[in-house]
């Protein structure tokens, strides 16, 4: 089946400094990649998407950028963290129909102070 | 601009009684809908979805009503046990694209 691992599970940075957040997929081949935020109270925002090596669509300017080394690899990073960077990060995959069952890692929490 | 809108907040209900989450959309060109479920510090996992074609699609206890007339659909839990406490969310999507979620629904089942 697959799975996403993502790391670390909880991370406090203080402002300024840089964050590199990993996304690993197990058990599938040439996923669709995505990473969101959920900040407090509010929905899951889409922050980046992947359908392949070294492709990447932002989808909301912001402090943040993506990269994706590997076919299943897919990280988030800043070169320097804002307060309002804070939240929960998530990444997602889908491969295969239907596109839209996206499969969920357990998520990071990340706390910029 | 919320494409995909849960009006409601929170929902409290009792142990073995019906739930009802609510969700609307304004996009007429989304095909495609879905529903997750979230505990608290974790990812979301997939709960059930609809195809634009279908007005209903029912696993278990849950089923999933779409009305595409008032762009409006919703998910049914009968009958609601305390494990279903967490924070429900709707999403769609169009062309397998994107997918485009709520603000979620916090769900309390009440024992």
């Known amino acids: 089946s697959q799975t996403i691992h993502q790391w670390p599970a909880t991370l406090v940075q203080p402002v300024g400094s840089p964050l590199s957040l990993e996304c690993t997929v197990e058990g599938t081949s040439n996923p669709n990649l995505y990473w969101y935020r959920q900040a407090a109270g509010r929905g899951l925002q889409l922050l980046f998407y992947s359908v392949g090596i070294g492709q990447i669509s932002s989808e909301v300017p912001q402090n943040l950028s993506a990269s994706r080394p590997q076919d299943r690899q897919f990280i988030l990073s800043s070169k320097k963290l804002l307060l309002s960077d804070s939240g929960f990060y998530l990444c997602a995959g889908v491969t295969g129909y239907p596109y839209n069952e996206q499969f969920f890692g357990p998520g990071t929490r990340l706390t910029v102070l | 601009d919320q494409q995909v809108k849960q009006n409601s907040p929170s929902l409290s209900v009792q142990e073995g009684r019906i739930s009802i989450l609510n969700c609307d959309y304004t996009?007429?060109?989304?095909?495609?809908f879905l529903w997750y479920k979230k505990y608290p510090a974790e990812g979301p996992t997939f709960l059930i979805s609809?195809?634009?074609?279908?007005d209903k699609n029912e696993d278990g206890r849950f089923t999933v009503f779409l009305n595409k007339s008032a762009k409006h659909l919703s998910l049914h839990i009968v009958p609601s046990q305390p494990g279903d406490s967490a924070v429900y969310f709707c999403a769609a999507s169009k062309y397998g694209n994107k997918l485009v979620f709520g603000a979620g629904t916090i769900l309390r089942v009440k024992s």
């Open positions: 609809i195809s634009s074609i279908k």
């Open positions: 996009n007429s060109m989304f095909d495609y």
